[in-house]
């Protein structure tokens, strides 16, 4: 069967942003959405529930609240059989809060990932398995932009140590089972829906309510943002592309970012604009486990799936804050 034949997809952490952009798009194009999330307290569950909400409307939608981790629960259920497609993006986030907290990355980001690589091998049709990796996984690399060949073996962060493990349980799975496994390194995802421990959702909320926000190592980062729509382009680009002819054991991964990397200051003075108000900042060092510029060469997924990023800051951020603004307000914001 082909991929452009698939009935049903499982999106794990459908609750998430990135889960919800892409079982939003598509059920848009008629495919059954089988979602999975444990609606942790990481941020708020109001605003996982909003996006469910939304999700629940399309009749194409089926939701069950699991935890990846309970392998036992996962591999006994009896939509197993249904899948022809798993898009996993459960994650646990956030390079600062796996200081605080490494036994949550441990149990979702390893274990959690082992259990949906298991079900994947036991699922009887074989399904085509795409996974979000992170461009954490170049640590502190300083050539610029980041290639998929480049050495991803010295992480600064425990995240970015659990997302490089995925990469290889997901190497030798695909090398043992005869699976196939395409991995994605976001690079900084923003847009409407978004986290809101990201520094983007942050600095407008403090903004608004005139408190300071802080710019870390001084103003002197860079980050190669990327607009929610091209990432989720890609991803579906991906999922529904026809299998090739020598569809089998294989695992490829993929840098998918805006390759324009973008000052800071540059994105904070975006951000000011768009709300006609100035941001007090207090300038900070920088932070464990950060790192000073990021860059996706996005050559690879640009010749295999015609992945080609178009929106800019200057028309991403004015789009997230049109949303945020409705949402902080109580509005019933859409897409």
């Not at 050539?143 to 140590?161: C, G, H, I, N, Q």
């Not at 300071?212 to 103003?219: A, K, S, T």
Request: hydrophobic share 40%; aromatic share 12%; glycine share 8%.
């Amino acid at each position: 069967m082909s991929v452009k034949e698939q009935e049903t997809i499982l999106v794990t952490g459908v609750a998430g942003f990135i889960g919800y952009h892409t079982a939003v798009a598509l059920l848009g194009q008629g495919k059954k959405i089988i979602g999975i999330d444990n609606l942790n307290e990481y941020y708020p569950r109001s605003l996982k529930e909003a996006r469910l909400a939304e999700l629940k409307k399309h009749d194409g939608f089926v939701f069950f609240e699991s935890d990846i981790a309970d392998h036992e629960s996962l591999l006994g259920a009896r939509w197993v059989s249904e899948i022809d497609c798993i898009i996993h993006l459960a994650a646990q986030a956030g390079v600062r809060y796996s200081l605080e907290n490494p036994f949550a990355y441990a149990s979702s980001n390893l274990t959690g990932h082992l259990a949906i690589l298991e079900l994947a091998r036991q699922a009887p049709r074989k399904p085509r398995f795409i996974y979000a990796s992170s461009s954490s996984v170049y640590g502190a690399n300083t050539k610029t932009p980041f290639s998929e060949t480049d050495p991803v073996e010295r992480p600064v962060s425990l995240y970015a140590a659990t997302k490089r493990s995925d990469e290889l349980l997901s190497e030798s799975y695909a090398t043992l089972y005869g699976l196939n496994l395409i991995g994605l390194r976001f690079f900084t995802v923003y847009g409407p829906w978004g986290r809101p421990d990201m520094a983007y959702w942050s600095f407008c909320e403090n903004i608004l309510d005139g408190k300071p926000i802080h710019v870390f190592n001084n103003g002197k980062l860079a980050r190669d943002f990327t607009y929610i729509d091209d990432i989720i382009a890609g991803i579906i680009s991906i999922a529904t592309a026809s299998a090739p002819e020598s569809a089998g054991a294989s695992h490829k991964i993929y840098n998918i970012g805006g390759n324009r990397p973008v000052e800071l200051l540059r994105f904070i003075e975006i951000i000011e604009e768009t709300l006609g108000m100035e941001a007090e900042k207090v300038y900070v060092p920088m932070q464990p486990g950060d790192v000073v510029s990021t860059c996706a060469d996005i050559s690879a997924i640009s010749r295999d799936y015609g992945y080609a990023p178009a929106t800019s800051l200057e028309v991403g951020i004015p789009r997230f804050v049109k949303w945020f603004l409705d949402y902080r307000s109580g509005k019933a914001p859409q897409g």
